[in-house]
T-cell receptor, first 113, second 112 residues
Framework: SQTIHQWPATLVQPVGSPLSLECTVE??????LYWYRQAAGRGLQLLFY??????ISSEVPQNLSASRPQDRQFILSSKKLLLSDSGFYLC????????????FGPGTRLTVT | GQQLNQSPQSMFIQEGEDVSMNCTSS?????WLWYKQDPGEGPVLLIA?????ELTSNGRLTAQFGITRKDSFLNISASIPSDVGIYFC????????????FGKGTSLLVTP
């Protein structure tokens, strides 16, 4: 069976500090990977998605960037956090090749102070 | 992305009651998905629909892909306290690639 991990679970960072959130998937190969942000417990906003190693599509201009250094690893980064970057960050995966069912990780709660 | 209108925004019901919620889009979708999210956790996929008119059940949950392909419905029968959470619809149009459009969610509260 497939599992998806995110860490850290919670993070408190000062404004202007860097960010690195990690997501890994087990039990599948060549997944599509996604980063979402959820504000105030509602409304998922797609930030980035990737269909393969090194392939990143950005959905919304952000203070954030994403990278996929390995097949089942997806990283969300920022060089300098803003207050508005606070939120609940969710990673998700779907099977490649035309499957649209996305499966979410447990999320990371980021608070920028 | 395309905005989905999900309603109602919240529901407060008694245990044992049936629940209905729906999602509409201004454009045609090829895929409808329904998720449930518990507080502080990631959404969990409940039901996936791929054909207009399709009716699919998962235990006490039943979802339908609207005939017009612009809407979808989720029903929960005989609600129980653990049904509490936020329910999201998500849809995908033919030109959306792998991206899903999410509704803003229906918050469900169930009293014993």
């Amino acid at each position: 069976s497939q599992t998806i991990h995110q860490w850290p679970a919670t993070l408190v960072q000062p404004v202007g500090s860097p960010l690195s959130l990690e997501c890994t998937v087990e039990g599948t190969s060549n997944p599509n990977l996604y980063w979402y942000r959820q504000a105030a417990g509602r409304g998922l906003q797609l930030l980035f998605y990737s269909v393969g190693i090194g392939q990143i599509s950005s959905e919304v201009p952000q203070n954030l960037s994403a990278s996929r250094p390995q097949d089942r690893q997806f990283i969300l980064s920022s060089k300098k956090l803003l207050l508005s970057d606070s939120g609940f960050y969710l990673c998700a995966w779907s099977r490649g090749g035309g499957s649209y069912e996305q499966y979410f990780g447990p999320g990371t709660r980021l608070t920028v102070t | 992305g395309q905005q989905l209108n999900q309603s109602p925004q919240s529901m407060f019901i008694q245990e044992g009651e049936d629940v209905s919620m729906n999602c509409t889009s201004s454009s045609i979708f090829n895929t409808w998905l329904w998720y449930k999210q518990d507080p502080g956790e990631g959404p969990v996929l409940l039901i996936a629909l791929y054909k207009a008119g399709e009716l699919t059940s998962n235990g006490r949950l039943t979802a339908q892909f609207g005939i017009t392909r612009k809407d979808s419905f989720l029903n929960i029968s005989a609600s129980i306290p653990s049904d509490v959470g936020i329910y999201f619809c998500a849809g995908r149009g033919s030109n959306s690639g792998y991206a899903l459009n999410f509704g803003k969610g229906t918050s469900l509260l169930v009293t014993p």
